[in-house]
């Protein structure tokens, strides 16, 4: 356990919260379980975890996630390149026999091995495929992954708080679902919106506002 156990997430300064994402947040970061986060385009999902952050004081480390991504990327990655140039042109001031200075780490090994608990955020998880999404629930579950180049196992230092994002492209696979906290942002309603754009735009005009949010409604909202 360390100190950030204990603290609770309130909200941060430019991020609005209902009681009841507060409440998942803190029951997540307390089963130390990863929070899912669906919901539609522009409904703070990605926010969420930087105010987290912000409120709570600890780094961010975000993997935005590709549909070609390996999960060894998020790892780590070993530069055969450079090392096949040093030891070519030898007049780099790195050790050419020392493999661990060819390994760096991805976003999930910098979660590890940072010397504080991290906020790691893992943004739209959707466009990964299957295996990718199942292997790295592995990962956050054992905390731990293997360097095979160096047969080293890399161990979380401090669990990270996992806040997951996805616009449900695609359906996640049920093993996905069953190990994490899973939570629907639901599409602000015109006393949320005005909130939410208090936050960001505090001096504007308040009849602005509505006439933009009544516009925005109509428009198909
Ligand atoms: N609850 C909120 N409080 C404050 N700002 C918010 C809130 N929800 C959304 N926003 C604002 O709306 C914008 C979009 O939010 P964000 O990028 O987090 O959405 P998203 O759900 O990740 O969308 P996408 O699915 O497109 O990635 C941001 O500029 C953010 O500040
Ligand atoms: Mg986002």
């Not at 703070?44 to 996630?65: F, H, Q, R």
């Not at 696979?173 to 006393?191: E, T, Y």
Request: with cysteine; aromatic share 6%; hydrophobic share 40%.
């Amino acid at each position: 356990m360390n100190e950030n156990m204990t603290q609770e997430f309130q909200g941060a300064t430019k991020y609005v919260l209902d009681q009841e994402l507060a409440s998942i947040v803190n029951i997540s970061m307390r089963l130390e379980m990863p929070l899912l986060l669906k919901g539609e385009p522009g409904t703070g999902k990605t926010m969420l975890a930087y105010a987290i952050a912000e409120s709570l004081d600890m780094p961010l480390i975000v993997l935005n996630v590709k549909s070609s991504m390996k999960l060894v990327e998020a790892l780590y990655q070993y530069d055969t390149l450079t090392r096949l140039n040093d030891s070519r042109f030898g007049d780099s001031k790195r050790d050419v026999s020392n493999i661990n200075e060819y390994i760096k780490m991805g976003k999930i090994g910098q979660a590890f091995v940072a010397d504080r608990r991290t906020v790691l955020l893992i943004d739209e998880i959707d466009k990964a495929d299957t295996d990718f999404q199942d292997d790295m629930l592995d990962v956050l579950d054992q905390m731990q992954y293997d360097i095979i180049e160096t047969d080293q196992t890399v161990k979380a230092a401090h669990r990270p708080v996992i806040i997951i994002t996805s616009n449900a492209k695609k359906d996640l696979s049920d093993p996905f679902l069953g190990r994490c906290n899973f939570h629907h942002i639901a599409f602000p309603d015109p006393k949320m919106m005005r909130k939410i754009i208090h936050v960001h735009f505090p001096d504007l005009d308040e009849k602005l506002a509505d006439n933009a949010i009544k516009a925005f409604q109509h428009a198909g909202h």
